[in-house]
């Protein structure tokens, strides 16, 4: 008896352990299923709504249940046209195979693309054949001339001469067909013999015999001569800022002079666009330039483009307002430019831009190159200039730097390289990686392999990521029977499975792309923002901050995080950042005796002798004495408590939906207003904190760098070139659109969507698989 209780214990426990795998099972594959499905939902509403393409329109995303637990399973798509079910991993290809290739019996081209042709009359019903009159009855009857023209009604209210044109080339469809011919008073089909390339000529000769019916056409809607120089002063000016993404060829195309004619523009050669006209703009932007700079009691020369892969150089003016004014391009053919040269071509800027004036309205240049030997040589030789260089460059050099001597990043590199040589490389391996790519991801392609050939040595984030946004389909991959068959004979085969079946591989791998993603981001905040020179230190110690939880996530050794950091914050440092960082009332610490004090508590040592050392420098020497005095009094007065409270005031920005200073410019005002008793420090902390800490600006696009790399051309093209530079560049910083064409097309057509979005689940889906 007992035997027999612990036999069905036994068999109980193992049911419960089945039915509750199955239910886990069950659960998965339905929260995929509705995941899946939500994705497509979303993706054809845009589509719908004119942001995706056309088949959505046609086909529509269906939940399957089971019909057991009545939880989700799959996800179909349903043809609204004949109702047929197809499966739902590639939506582009169904499209293709039912739609376009007349596999569904209810599709035309129509339903996807209206026909541009207008309705020739020659489309319209032949009047009836002539036939016997009717017999008489009692009841009225419209004569035929009367029923002829109210037949061709239709025909007048769609633009047709009101007159007979014979039918061309018509074909009976019953000369070849076994089925009964259609009654006289159905509408024939009109087959033409060029086929439907006819309709459009057959339009134009229509068109033509209308306007030799009437010579006279209506004109299109008439502008005054004011409206038409204000379009034409628009559309130049869009032309200019577009800097070369706008043909100026194009303007010659039919189709756009056609617009003119229908707008009411008069035509125009696109040479005008190329010549007064734009000499004409950019004397209008010079003079305006010209004024703001003078207007300003100093400036900051930025400088980018001494990168080797730039081919522009460009340099402009960032006044105390807190406005950019673009003011120059050198053409410098990409590579690297020697140090005097450099140093030439800035000092040349800076004396054009004090329009021989003193030389100190220039109190400084930030420049994207950081080993410039040219901005310390200036910065020596003019004790009043503070010369920085590019935080933002710094920050993406510093992910070089984590790639180099993190030893997390050699392995991870090495590993990626590998599947993805071998995977493109390999033709089975690579068709089953499609296979699962189309069934994961909807799309197919090879990985993303290093640059050069040694790939152990070349660390390439965009391969990290290809890597892990494809983590599902390589699992899948390794767990299919033909490539576990393959691995018999094929080691590499072999070794790759390895690799992708080993779990801290793809830790590794996680942590090396959340790492580059994190100082990549900060990047990018930093060329949206533009941070100034006192902001250079806080952003530091948060970027340490978010390192150290990255190390603590990923069980990393902060150590070797920190001395990386270190080492490349020793490189960027100047001493204007700490003396910035103390000057502007946008820092100062509220004690517990309620006055706002600067934060020297978060200075080092060193830092504070730095900000002895840099304010002796920028005063005269009979003042040093003085501005130390009242540097004292400022660390033991600080503000006005009302004064700092307004100046810290912050506001919710509705664009980014995050909290900012209402009115940045406060504290360079406060100092030059309301602190009139400290006469030297006022002069130094008016300088120090309006400079900027990046040198990021008017970007030029790919026609510009094309033209600047172009050799052989003219004088005056160049000429031309530069003067539509200094246009866009004006407007686009007057605007703070600091992106380019090509970057706006990518966000536009690129952006993430539900279908793109598999690199921040790629780790967790990948741990799933089993």
């Known amino acids: 008896m007992a035997t027999a209780n612990a036999s069905t214990t036994v068999t109980a426990t193992a049911t419960a352990t089945t039915t509750t795998t199955t239910t886990s099972a069950e659960d998965a594959t339905a929260r995929a299923a509705t995941k899946r499905y939500e994705g497509l939902v979303t993706v054809r509403t845009k589509a719908i709504k004119g942001k995706g393409a056309w088949y959505w329109a046609h086909l529509e995303p269906i939940l399957i249940s089971s019909t057991d637990t009545g939880l989700p399973k799959a996800v179909k798509l349903r043809c609204a046209l004949c109702d047929a079910l197809f499966s739902a991993s590639n939506p582009s290809r169904t499209a293709s195979e039912h739609l376009k290739r007349g596999t569904c019996p209810n599709f035309s081209t129509s339903?996807?693309?209206?026909?541009?042709?207008?309705?020739?009359?020659?489309?319209?019903?032949?009047?009836?054949?002539?036939?016997?009159?009717?017999?008489?009855?009692?009841?009225?009857?419209?004569?035929?001339?009367?029923?002829?023209?109210?037949?061709?009604?239709?025909?007048?209210?769609?633009?047709?001469?009101?007159?007979?044109?014979?039918?061309?080339?018509?074909?009976?469809?019953?000369?070849?067909?076994?089925?009964?011919?259609?009654?006289?008073?159905?509408?024939?089909?009109?087959?033409?013999?060029?086929?439907?390339?006819d309709l459009g000529a057959l339009a134009m000769l229509e068109d033509s015999v209308k306007k030799l019916k009437s010579p006279k056409a209506s004109p299109g809607p008439a502008?005054?001569?004011?409206?038409?120089?204000?379009?034409?002063?628009?559309?130049?000016?869009?032309?200019?800022?577009?800097?070369?993404?706008?043909?100026?060829?194009?303007?010659?195309?039919?189709?756009?002079?056609?617009?003119?004619?229908?707008?009411?523009?008069?035509?125009?050669?696109?040479?005008?666009?190329?010549?007064?006209?734009?000499?004409?703009?950019?004397?209008?932007?010079?003079?305006?330039?010209?004024?703001?700079?003078?207007?300003?009691?100093?400036?900051?020369?930025?400088?980018?483009?001494?990168?080797?892969?730039?081919?522009?150089?460009?340099?402009?003016?960032?006044?105390?307002?807190?406005?950019?004014?673009?003011?120059?391009?050198?053409?410098s053919h990409g590579g690297r430019v020697p140090s005097k040269y450099a140093e030439d071509i800035l000092w040349e800027a800076i004396a054009d831009l004090c329009s021989g004036g003193p030389l100190q309205h220039c109190v400084g240049i930030v420049a994207d190159r950081f080993k410039?030997?040219?901005?310390?040589?200036?910065?020596?030789?003019?004790?009043?200039?503070?010369?920085?260089?590019?935080?933002?460059?710094?920050?993406?050099?510093?992910?070089?730097?984590?790639?180099?001597?993190?030893?997390?990043?050699?392995?991870?590199?090495?590993?990626?390289?590998?599947?993805?040589?071998?995977?493109?490389?390999?033709?089975?391996?690579?068709?089953?990686?499609?296979?699962?790519?189309?069934?994961?991801?909807?799309?197919?392609?090879?990985?993303?392999t290093p640059p050069l050939s040694e790939p152990a040595a070349n660390f390439d984030p965009i391969m990290l990521q290809d890597v892990m946004a494809n983590a599902r389909p390589l699992q899948s991959v390794v767990h299919d029977d033909d490539y576990k068959a393959s691995c018999h004979d094929d080691s590499d085969a072999q070794q790759m499975a390895e690799i992708i079946r080993d779990m801290s591989f793809w830790n590794e791998l996680e942590a090396a792309v959340s790492l580059v993603k994190l100082v990549n981001s900060m990047a990018t905040e930093m060329e949206a923002e533009r941070p100034l020179v006192g902001q250079c230190l806080p952003l530091w110690d948060e970027l340490r901050s978010k390192v150290r939880e990255w190390c603590s996530k990923f069980g990393v050794d902060q150590g070797f995080a920190d001395k990386v950091l270190d080492k490349r914050f020793k490189k960027n440092y100047h001493p204007a950042w700490s003396a910035a960082y103390i000057l502007d009332p946008l820092y100062l610490l509220k004690d517990t005796s309620g006055k706002y004090l600067p934060p020297f508590k978060y200075l080092s040592p060193e830092q504070e002798k730095d900000v002895d050392k840099l304010i002796t420098r920028l005063v005269l020497r009979e003042e040093a004495h003085i501005a130390l005095m009242e540097l004292m009094k400022w660390r033991s007065e600080g503000l006005d408590p009302l004064y700092a409270q307004a100046v810290q005031v912050k506001q919710l920005d509705p664009m980014t939906g995050k909290m900012r200073i209402a009115n940045p410019q406060s504290s360079r005002l406060v100092w030059e207003t309301y602190m009139s008793e400290f006469k030297?420090?006022?002069?130094?902390?008016?300088?120090?904190?309006?400079?900027?800490?990046?040198?990021?600006?008017?970007?030029?696009?790919?026609?510009?760098?094309?033209?600047?790399?172009?050799?052989?051309?003219?004088?005056?093209?160049?000429?031309?070139?530069?003067?539509?530079?200094?246009?866009?560049?004006?407007?686009?910083?007057?605007?703070r659109d600091f992106l380019n064409e090509e970057e706006k097309d990518a966000e536009l057509f690129f952006g993430s969507g539900p279908e793109d979005d598999v690199l921040n689940e790629a780790f967790v889906d990948a741990s799933s698989v089993s």
């Open 223 to 331: 502008l005054t001569k004011p409206q038409v120089d204000t379009a034409m002063a628009l559309l130049a000016d869009w032309v200019y800022e577009s800097c070369g993404a706008v043909s100026m060829a194009a303007f010659s195309n039919p189709k756009v002079r056609s617009f003119f004619h229908q707008v009411g523009l008069p035509p125009f050669s696109p040479r005008d666009l190329a010549g007064p006209r734009l000499d004409s703009r950019f004397e209008d932007v010079r003079a305006d330039s010209d004024v703001r700079i003078r207007d300003a009691r100093f400036f900051q020369l930025a400088s980018q483009g001494w990168k080797s892969t730039d081919s522009i150089v460009t340099l402009a003016a960032n006044l105390p307002n807190g406005t950019t004014v673009f003011r120059n391009s050198v053409f």
């Open 111 to 197: 339903s996807s693309s209206p026909s541009p042709h207008p309705r020739p009359i020659s489309s319209l019903p032949p009047p009836p054949p002539p036939h016997p009159p009717p017999p008489r009855s009692s009841s009225p009857q419209p004569p035929p001339s009367s029923r002829k023209r109210s037949a061709s009604a239709a025909a007048a209210s769609a633009s047709s001469p009101p007159f007979h044109i014979p039918t061309l080339a018509l074909v009976d469809p019953s000369a070849y067909s076994s089925a009964p011919p259609p009654p006289p008073q159905q509408q024939q089909q009109l087959v033409l013999s060029g086929g439907k390339e």
């Open 372 to 448: 410039n030997k040219a901005l310390r040589d200036l910065e020596n030789r003019h004790q009043w200039m503070i010369n920085l260089p590019c935080q933002l460059q710094a920050f993406r050099n510093l992910v070089k730097d984590f790639a180099r001597d993190l030893p997390l990043f050699p392995s991870v590199t090495t590993n990626c390289s590998k599947l993805a040589i071998f995977f493109n490389s390999n033709s089975p391996a690579r068709a089953l990686l499609h296979k699962y790519q189309l069934q994961e991801l909807d799309h197919s392609g090879l990985l993303r």
């Open 680 to 735: 030297s420090l006022g002069k130094v902390a008016a300088r120090l904190i309006f400079l900027h800490a990046t040198s990021t600006g008017f970007k030029c696009n790919t026609t510009m760098l094309r033209w600047a790399t172009a050799r052989g051309r003219s004088r005056a093209a160049m000429d031309r070139a530069q003067k539509m530079i200094f246009i866009a560049a004006n407007a686009k910083l007057e605007r």
